[in-house]
């Protein structure tokens, strides 16, 4: 899908604009062709060299925005999430 890999590799960032990695992958539901998910990693140096598993799933119902990066909701927006 064209519109997953203009998305793999965004920054992702909180309400706060604190950058929370970037998108490693896009779960995609087959059936309906909508996205589900997001994996984020968490970035820095040992994961350039495929040396950290770190990461987070974003529901789709998390995100905010997407342009040159990815926003996502604040808490007040009804959303509650942990990293």
Request: charged fraction near 30%; charge should be negative; hydrophobic fraction near 40%.
């Amino acid at each position: 899908m064209r519109i997953v890999e203009e998305i793999v590799g965004k920054e992702v960032l909180d309400s706060s604009a604190v950058i929370i990695g970037k998108v490693k992958d896009v779960e995609v539901n087959l059936e309906t062709n909508q996205i589900q998910a997001f994996i984020v990693g968490k970035g820095g140096i040992s994961e350039g060299l495929g040396l950290s598993k770190g990461e987070t799933i974003i529901p789709y119902n998390m995100v905010s925005k997407i342009g040159d990066k990815m926003l996502l909701k604040s808490r007040e927006e009804g959303v509650s999430y942990e990293f």
